[in-house]
């Protein structure tokens, strides 16, 4: 975390995270970039989003995703996910009583399902869920 100009908070940049088809997770600090004041240096930062599995939410390629890191989600909500414990996607979060169903938010890609067990033993895991958008014009 940074300061920006009269106090900003300004939030890292770690990474690309595919809106698309799963990619391996690399965390390295691309940057930084300003937040709203609610945020949280400590607990948020963003991804930057490449691929368009996600377009029909607004979420489009190139754009800034915040990321709250948390462990859970909701049903619905829009969480950034590490599968295989080294593919990360951007995905809705759908629970299900067996499984979590990480759904795209384009037609052209299929939702993908994953074992709760995979969750409960770590081979899977939610990294945060998305807070804001930030695109430049």
Known sequence: M???EAGQILLSVLGVIRAGLPTLA???VLGYAAADDDASPKSDFYLRV?????KNAGIQDGDLVQIHQQSTAENGQIVACIVNREDATLKRFYRQED???LQPENPDYAPRIVPITDFDNGLSRIVGVATRLVRKL
């Open 2 to 4: 940074k300061e920006g």
């Open 26 to 28: 690399a965390q390295e």
């Open 50 to 54: 490449s691929g368009d599995s996600m």
């Open 99 to 101: 499984f979590v169903l």
